[in-house]
């Protein structure tokens, strides 16, 4: 089975500095998706950005990028000029796709960091 | 984002009573998911469906049922409700073509006094 590890369970920063969440993950599996997620005050459950296993390239979405070591199995998340608006819950996922054996396409949650953005 | 519902939004029902929670897809996603949210250990995953009647157990399971005789419909069932299934309840849903990637409803609150 994967476990997905967050230990950060609260970070801060100030607005517009940088910040990196952490998110290792255990898998034996060579071909996989991870998913940051951001959940705000409201608990909607939002995809932040995705990153398959196959790319070398590491994924960005304007002020997001992750930095993916998949030997090391880790999966950090890098928020530049932070905002306000980026206070939230932020949930580290892993996902192995559904296979001709069946199983798969199911989300693995890591327990969470609560990022706080202060003025 | 996906158009995903889930219906109730907020419930308070006594031990011992079922209940059931909807959730409803206008996306034609073949997978859907019932996710609860407590403190200290994020999401998890109750039961799954792969496509219509065709469904499976997650990791906390134990009290809860399934169905899925639609494509767009996924229903999740506290046969006897108890105090620790007081919990937030997501509805999530995907395809394989979208990236793999889930979506989420906006879950629902349960309290079982």
């Known amino acids: 089975a994967q476990t997905v590890t967050q230990s950060q369970p609260e970070m801060s920063v100030q607005e517009a500095e940088t910040v990196t969440l952490s998110c290792t993950y255990d898998t034996s599996e060579n071909n996989y998706y991870l998913f940051w997620y951001k959940q705000p005050p409201s608990r909607q459950m939002i995809l932040v950005i995705r990153q398959e296993a196959y790319k070398q390239q590491n994924a960005t979405e304007n002020r997001f990028s992750v930095n993916f070591q998949k030997a090391a199995k880790s999966f950090s998340l890098k928020i530049s000029d932070s905002q306000l608006g980026d206070t939230a819950m932020y949930f580290c996922a892993f996902m192995k796709p559904r296979g001709v054996t069946g199983g798969g396409n199911k989300l693995t949650f890591g327990t969470g960091t609560q990022l706080k953005v202060e003025l | 984002d996906a158009g995903i519902t889930q219906s109730p939004r907020h419930k308070v029902t006594e031990t011992g009573t079922p209940v059931t929670l909807r959730c409803h897809q206008t996306e034609n996603h073949r997978y859907m998911y019932w996710y609860r949210q407590d403190p200290g250990h994020g999401l998890r995953l109750i039961h799954y469906s792969y496509g219509v009647k065709d469904t499976d157990k997650g990791e906390v399971s134990d009290g809860y049922s399934v169905s899925r005789s639609k494509t767009e419909d996924f229903l999740l069932t506290l046969e006897s409700a108890t105090s620790s299934q007081t919990s937030v309840y997501f509805c999530?849903?995907?395809?394989?073509?979208?990236?793999?990637?889930?979506?989420f409803g906006e879950g629902s609150w349960l309290t079982v006094v």
């Open positions: 999530a849903s995907g395809k394989a073509s979208s990236g793999n990637t889930i979506y």
